[in-house]
C-alpha cells in the first residue's frame, strides 16, 4: 500500500486504512534514534552556562522522534538537574559513568525515577593502593542507593546530602563509584599515575577539570548504554553518543563498533578524537546544537 500523491486524495476501506497507519507507524519507528550526551564539556560549560542552543536543538530533535538522554559521571543527584535546565525527562538517565541507570516513572511527563540497574565493586584494595600514591588526595565514593561519602571538602562538586567519613569508612560497604581529587595533579599527572600502579581491576576515567573517576571493572557509559538500547529495542546503527573526556571513549568505541556516530567535541583531548568517528565544534561553540539540528 502507498500514501497517494501530493494534492490528490484516494479512498480506501476503513481495514486498509489503518493498515496504512499502522505501516506509517513502524516506518517511524525504524528511523527513530537514541542519542546520549555527555554533560561536562558538551551540554554545559566550565562555568555551568548552557552550551549555545541546546536546549533549543534537543527539542528539536525530541520532535522528530528521537530518543534524547544524557550520559555522564555525574551522581543522579547531579543529574536531574541537568535534564531539568534542559527540559527533557527521558526513559532512561545513565549516570555515574555507567554504574547507574536511572528509569522514568509513570508517562511521558513523569519526572519521577528509580534505579533500573546498579554496578557495585569493594573498593579497599584500590582506595589503600591510591592513599599509598596520593597522601594529600581527597576521596569521596558513591553507594548504591545513591549516597556519597567524603573524606575532605571537595571543590566545584556538589556535596548536598554527602556524608562527611573518614577514610576507613569508605570501604565498609559495596561502592558504585570512587572519585579521586588530589590538590594540584594535572589530568596528565593521573593518566601517568593509573600506568604506573596498574588499576587493572576496576575502570576508570579521567575527568575534564582532573579528577580520577573508578568504576566496577568492565563497567562504562558503553555498558550501561548498551542496555538502554536494548530496553528501548532501538538498532545500533541508529545511536549517536557525543562528549569531550576520556570517560567518553568507552561508549566511542561502542558506537562505532556497531555502526553509529560517535561525535568528539572540539576541545577535546587527542585520544578522545581518535575513538571518535567526528568531530564537532566545541562546547562554547555550540557543538551539540549544530548537529542535532542537521538530523
Same mark, same amino acid.
Given at each position: 500500500?502507498?500514501?497517494? =500523491?501530493?494534492?490528490?486524495?484516494? #479512498?480506501? &476501506?476503513? %481495514?486498509?486504512?489503518?493498515?496504512? +497507519?499502522?505501516?506509517?507507524? *513502524?516506518?517511524?519507528?525504524?528511523?527513530?534514534?537514541?542519542?546520549?550526551? =555527555?554533560?561536562?564539556?558538551?551540554? #554545559?560549560? &566550565?562555568? %555551568?552556562?548552557?552550551?549555545?542552543? +541546546?536546549?533549543?536543538?534537543? *527539542?528539536?530533535?525530541?520532535?522528530?522522534?528521537?530518543?534524547?538522554?544524557?550520559?555522564?559521571?555525574?551522581?543522579?543527584?547531579?543529574?536531574?538537574?541537568?535534564?531539568?535546565?534542559?527540559?527533557?525527562?527521558?526513559?532512561?538517565?545513565?549516570?555515574?559513568?555507567?554504574?547507574?541507570?536511572?528509569?522514568?516513572?509513570?508517562?511521558?511527563?513523569?519526572?519521577?525515577?528509580?534505579?533500573?540497574?546498579t554496578e557495585t565493586f569493594d573498593a579497599s584494595e584500590v582506595l589503600t593502593l591510591l592513599r599509598e600514591h596520593l597522601a594529600d588526595a581527597r576521596y569521596m565514593v558513591e553507594l548504591p542507593d545513591g549516597?556519597?561519602?567524603?573524606?575532605?571538602?571537595?571543590?566545584?562538586?556538589?556535596?548536598?546530602?554527602?556524608?562527611?567519613?573518614?577514610?576507613?569508612?569508605?570501604?565498609?560497604?559495596?561502592?558504585?563509584?570512587?572519585?579521586?581529587?588530589?590538590?594540584?595533579?594535572?589530568?596528565?599527572d593521573f593518566v601517568d599515575l593509573v600506568a604506573r600502579i596498574g588499576l587493572n581491576q576496576v575502570s576508570y576515567a579521567i575527568g575534564w577539570t582532573a579528577w580520577l573517576d573508578i568504576a566496577p571493572m568492565?563497567?562504562?557509559?558503553?555498558?550501561?548504554?548498551?542496555?538502554?538500547?536494548?530496553?528501548?529495542?532501538?538498532?545500533?546503527?541508529?545511536?549517536?553518543?557525543?562528549?569531550?573526556?576520556?570517560?567518553?571513549?568507552?561508549?566511542?568505541?561502542?558506537?562505532?563498533?556497531?555502526?553509529?556516530?560517535?561525535?568528539?567535541?572540539?576541545?577535546?583531548?587527542?585520544?578522545?578524537?581518535?575513538?571518535?568517528?567526528?568531530?564537532?565544534?566545541?562546547?562554547?561553540?555550540?557543538?551539540?546544537?549544530?548537529?542535532?539540528?542537521?538530523?
Amino acid at each position: 500500500m502507498t500514501i497517494p =500523491d501530493t494534492g490528490s486524495v484516494d #479512498i480506501v &476501506e476503513q %481495514e486498509d486504512a489503518a493498515e496504512l +497507519v499502522e505501516d506509517l507507524a *513502524e516506518d517511524g519507528l525504524a528511523e527513530r534514534m537514541l542519542i546520549a550526551l =555527555d554533560v561536562d564539556g558538551t551540554v #554545559i560549560l &566550565e562555568d %555551568e552556562t548552557l552550551s549555545p542552543g +541546546v536546549v533549543e536543538a534537543v *527539542e528539536f530533535a525530541r520532535s522528530r522522534g528521537h530518543e534524547v538522554m544524557l550520559a555522564t559521571g555525574r551522581s543522579w543527584d547531579s543529574t536531574h538537574t541537568i535534564m531539568e535546565r534542559l527540559g527533557i525527562w527521558p526513559e532512561y538517565a545513565v549516570c555515574s559513568n555507567g554504574a547507574i541507570v536511572m528509569k522514568r516513572v509513570g508517562g511521558d511527563d513523569a519526572d519521577g525515577y528509580e534505579r533500573a540497574h546498579t554496578e557495585t565493586f569493594d573498593a579497599s584494595e584500590v582506595l589503600t593502593l591510591l592513599r599509598e600514591h596520593l597522601a594529600d588526595a581527597r576521596y569521596m565514593v558513591e553507594l548504591p542507593d545513591g549516597t556519597r561519602l567524603y573524606t575532605e571538602y571537595l571543590e566545584d562538586w556538589n556535596l548536598r546530602g554527602a556524608g562527611h567519613v573518614t577514610f576507613e569508612q569508605l570501604s565498609h560497604q559495596p561502592v558504585c563509584r570512587v572519585v579521586v581529587v588530589s590538590p594540584g595533579k594535572s589530568d596528565e599527572d593521573f593518566v601517568d599515575l593509573v600506568a604506573r600502579i596498574g588499576l587493572n581491576q576496576v575502570s576508570y576515567a579521567i575527568g575534564w577539570t582532573a579528577w580520577l573517576d573508578i568504576a566496577p571493572m568492565g563497567v562504562d557509559k558503553s555498558t550501561a548504554l548498551e542496555l538502554v538500547r536494548g530496553w528501548l529495542d532501538i538498532a545500533p546503527e541508529r545511536v549517536l553518543v557525543m562528549g569531550d573526556g576520556r570517560n567518553d571513549i568507552g561508549m566511542f568505541e561502542w558506537a562505532v563498533e556497531h555502526g553509529g556516530r560517535a561525535i568528539a567535541m572540539r576541545q577535546g583531548p587527542a585520544e578522545v578524537h581518535e575513538a571518535a568517528s567526528e568531530i564537532g565544534l566545541s562546547v562554547d561553540e555550540g557543538g551539540v546544537a549544530a548537529i542535532l539540528r542537521a538530523l
